[in-house]
């Protein structure tokens, strides 16, 4: 016998599973700390690598002026500028990326209670067709 | 008015009904756009202009996701410029990287803006894009808007300087390399324009918030004033007069866009017919889920309409019925995959082995 109670909600499972599921499921195998952390971690590479571009279109733009003042540029004070600069920047993009998807971790947690009162009541279901059979 | 609502159902229905069809075609079409726009634009090099690459492009883009035609916008881009000149594509690949790395990978359910807002500019409707965004996304939407913004302004300099340094000795390199950053620092309408779209998006989002009745249509007007105020104090500002009327009329073709996109509530994630596979112990199942709601709407609409006597009443009367039905049916759809109630779906069940299911 097909049981229509169920079937309904293995459909909303389902249609969820295939759509922001998708996401919110691969979340939900990080801890909190683990996911916010790992993704702290990727933004301060990425803004690592843009920062090295852009220091390096930089020198290019100043690159006649770098070279013909080579000898007499202050290397030291040029160094702690960029080292000053580029703290600065991780900081700022570690701080609102953990900000970010600790915010984005929570809403996915919301969805998934929904999600997981759904698999309660179709296990009960499931537990009451089990005697009948 | 009537026709309209009728127009907007029949609409409605067949987009849900062919969901599968209509989106790949859609999407076929804006690629097609997109790389005709770019070719146009730039198309330097002839063998990517030829019509079966063409083709072929956009037929990839329609059947993959958003991103991979975002892409291949950027590679045909690149090549283009490549054969033009390679320090020009290195100094595109450069700022795309500088873009993506520190801005546009923190949006990338946004990405196909980026590419929307430079081909809408050549269209000369880009503000659209800033309306429409703070109708449907948040103000995090003004990253990949910037972004769009400084890709457009960044192939009109490229443009410029393919132009006039056809064939370069690598002495002048360099600068070739400082008169294209150069212009790309001090564009000042370049900058002018992220803060306006910005403000536009802002000001959208806020009031379309609010609580009160029409608030994405005032919405809609507020965005398009502030685009209209904006680029007129702007043009007034940086002394470029001659594209005054083509801003005030790209605006208004913009706002009469996004009305009808929020017209027709097609882009708010609007879920169509749903086919899902799943098994149990005993069956596999295929299911076709059917949203209810908006097959009885339009009887709900002729109802209204016919029983208003007044003008003035009948009027109103369709536009509140209208915005309650709209609210209704938000409603119905973001809960539809947890709401209990009976019936938010109709099951058209096909089992392999009993057939008592409902046929189509």
Known sequence: MLNNDKIRIMTKLAIYESKDGKEDIKLSKYYKTDYVRYQVLKSIVAATFGYAAILLMFFFYKAEYIISQAVVLDYKLIGTYILGVYIMIVTVYGLSSGIGYSIKYDASRKKLAKYFKLLKHLNKIYKEETPEQ | ?360
């Open chain 2, 1 to 360: 008015m009537m026709p309209v609502f009728v127009f907007r159902e029949r609409i409605r229905v067949l987009y849900q009904k062919y969901d599968i069809y209509i989106m790949p075609a859609l999407k076929f079409i804006f690629a097609f756009i997109v790389f005709q726009v770019i070719n146009g634009a730039i198309g330097y090099d002839a063998r990517i202009r030829r019509f079966p690459i063409v083709f072929i492009l956009s037929l990839l883009s329609a059947f993959t996701p958003s991103a991979i035609m975002v892409l291949l916008a950027a590679v045909v881009c690149v090549l283009h410029v490549y054969s033009v000149s390679n320090i020009l594509s290195v100094i595109i690949i450069l700022i795309m990287l500088i873009l993506y790395l520190l801005f546009a990978r923190f949006t990338p359910r946004l990405g196909f803006v980026v590419l929307a807002v430079p081909i809408l500019f050549v269209l000369k409707i880009p503000y659209m894009i800033p309306i429409l965004m703070g109708l449907i996304a948040t103000p995090m939407a003004i990253i990949p808007t910037g972004c769009g913004v400084v890709i457009y302004y960044l192939l009109q300099i490229i443009k410029e300087a393919a132009t006039n340094h056809v064939n370069i000795n690598p002495e002048e390199v360099v600068q070739l390399y400082t008169y294209v950053i150069d212009s790309l620092i001090t564009n000042k309408q370049m900058i002018i324009t992220i803060v306006i779209f910005s403000l536009i998006i802002l000001i959208t989002f806020f009031i379309r918030k609010m609580k009160f009745d029409y608030a994405f249509e005032i919405a809609i007007a507020a965005g398009a004033l502030t685009c209209i105020l904006g680029f007129l104090i702007s043009d007034f500002v940086l002394d470029i007069s001659n594209q005054i009327i083509i801003m005030i009329l790209g605006s208004i073709g913009s706002t009469v866009i996004v009305y009808a996109v929020h017209f027709f509530k097609l882009t708010l994630d609007y879920s169509g017919v749903e086919i899902v596979q799943f098994e149990d112990d005993v069956y596999y199942y295929y299911v076709k889920a059917v949203p209810k709601i908006t097959v009885t709407a339009p009887q709900m609409n002729v109802k209204r309409f016919n029983a208003q006597k007044s003008d003035s009443t009948h009027r109103s009367g369709i536009r509140r019925h209208d915005i309650d039905m709209d609210e209704e049916y938000e409603d119905v759809e973001t809960d539809s995959y947890y709401d209990d109630r009976k019936g938010s779906h109709n099951n058209n069940i096909i089992s392999r082995d009993e057939d008592d299911g409902i046929d189509e």
